[in-house]
């Protein structure tokens, strides 16, 4: 029960609430009194600006889906496999069926149809045939390929070319005279992280898919053996591969072809193959029914910091060479294992995969100028370009790879991890080639290089510079293993 005094309290405090309370009433009728015919902005340009750029914006993705949508088509394929039918599989067991089958029966077979769907760009007409460029992992071994355009229509389509070191495919179809628009192809070079892109394809068979998204990089490396993919958060999933990533001026830049999503789905995360790597490839495939890759010979890689240091070469961008094969075009003309490529006919070569993708565009049996660095000496090779072999032919080569091994410093860590015995310099072995004279010869990972020729080597300089010994055919090589000091010759 409240009394007297306390009750009056109450009441002074309840009244003051009250005052209060309708003060800051008044007040905030009077700042926000509305005249009953007037209309209320926050700024009265701004909403029309941003719709007017939203329109534009709008407008644009219009007018680049309206003009590429027809030039991307659904690619159908089916791979036919035959198995044969083991026998008494599904065969009636009749009373009177004793023993085996005849011999001489020929055993029957199953086909098993496997479809598959994607996408591809018409990029070239020739007379009536029309050339659609898709990727290799879309048509794969493919029996029957059609094709539909964005009308409906649909053709029956064969293989041109394929290559898989770029995930690239051609296949053609007969247009029987029909009105097919061919897409117009960019230039992937001039494009920069942050321009606006369109992706469109067949994603789970919808067709004529539009995503609009931003190239999110540029460089990428990938799956494949020459990658430098564009990297893009527009909505790529399965069905896309092979279909257009375009620019705001409904210009090809480049052909979709995988994702990175850990559950299968879109997360903002696509590649294309930028459309300059695909142009050369367009023109080898319909002349040569394949791609036609220059060859230099040589095995490179972007080395690591330490390595730099030992070779006097700490803060230089490069590719460096760790083995060239003999009698290739490298070889020819005069590229050593130890250098470190930083040019090639002008172009700044700043890692291995960029002068892989270099060389492999140069045309066979002609000079390419490759600036290098040797012993901190800059120097200037010309190269006879040669043809690339295929694979098979290339892996059969490795008994002419030189050195056929590769070697790191020798830390004090890695001393003691190879129970190395006190005092002892040289370089540790890093990896062999296998079938490579080296590897015939014996040495093994972890063998430690302490001389060649009686020439001691103390660091990786030292062990290039006696490799590249002009003089020398024979090395005599002395090496550490499980502390023990052995010695082999290999003939070059």
């Known amino acids: 029960m409240l009394t007297g005094k306390k009750l009056f309290i109450f009441n002074l405090v309840f009244i003051g609430i009250i005052i209060g ?164 192809l960019g230039d992937s070079d001039d494009l920069y992280v942050g321009d606006w892109v369109l992706a469109i394809g067949n994603p789970f068979g919808f067709n004529s898919t539009v995503t609009a998204g931003i190239v999110s990089a540029k460089g990428r490396s990938g799956p494949t053996e020459i990658s430098s993919y564009i990297q893009t958060d527009a909505s790529i999933n399965q069905g896309n591969s092979g279909g257009a990533l375009v620019n705001i001026y409904g210009e090809v830049i480049g052909i979709n072809t995988w994702i990175a999503a850990p559950n299968g789905g879109n997360i903002g995360l696509g590649f294309s193959i930028p459309i300059n790597f695909a142009k050369k490839a367009i023109d080898d495939f319909i002349r040569l029914g394949e791609v036609e890759y220059g060859w230099l010979g040589v095995s490179i890689a972007d080395p690591f910091s330490t390595f730099l240091e030992e070779m006097e070469l700490s803060g230089v961008s490069g590719a460096f060479v760790y083995h060239v094969f003999l009698d290739s075009p490298a070889d020819k003309g005069g590229l050593r294992p130890g250098d470190l490529i930083i040019e090639l006919n002008g172009v700044s070569i700043k890692d291995a995969n960029r002068l892989v993708r270099y060389v492999g565009d140069l045309p066979p049996n002609e000079e390419a100028v490759f600036v290098i660095i040797r012993e901190g000496k800059e120097l200037t090779l010309p190269v006879l370009i040669g043809r690339r072999k295929d694979r098979d032919s290339i892996a059969a080569l490795n008994r002419k790879l030189w050195p056929g091994i590769s070697v790191i410093p020798l830390t004090d860590e890695l001393k003691d991890e190879l129970d190395m015995p006190p005092g002892i310099a040289g370089v540790a072995v890093r990896e062999v080639e296998n079938k490579t004279k080296m590897h015939i010869g014996g040495l093994r990972l972890g063998d430690v290089i302490t001389s060649i020729n009686s020439v001691s080597i103390e660091n990786v300089m030292d062990f290039y510079r006696a490799l590249n010994d002009i003089q020398s055919k024979d090395y005599e090589i002395s090496y550490f293993r499980d502390g023990n000091e052995q010695t082999v010759t290999i003939v070059k």
């Open 21 to 184: 309370f309708s003060i800051s009433l008044v007040s905030f009728s009077c700042s926000t009194k509305i005249p009953s015919n007037d209309s209320v902005y926050a700024d009265d340009d701004l909403p029309v600006a941003t719709i007017k750029n939203l329109e534009t914006i709008q407008n644009s993705f219009r007018a680049v889906s309206a003009e590429v949508l027809p030039v991307v088509v659904e690619v159908s394929v089916v791979e036919i496999k035959r198995q044969a039918v083991p026998d008494g599989g599904g065969s009636p067991s009749w009373p009177w069926n004793f023993g085996p089958s005849d011999p001489e029966e020929s055993p029957r077979e199953r086909e098993f149809r496997n479809e598959g769907l994607g996408s591809g760009v018409i990029v070239r007409k020739e007379g009536s045939t029309f050339y659609v460029l898709t990727n290799d992992h879309v048509v794969g071994d493919a029996d029957e390929i059609e094709i539909s355009t964005y009308d409906g229509t649909v053709y029956k389509a064969e293989i041109v070319g394929i290559d898989d070191r770029r995930d690239l495919a051609l296949v053609s179809f007969n247009g029987n005279g029909d009105d097919i628009p061919i897409a117009r």
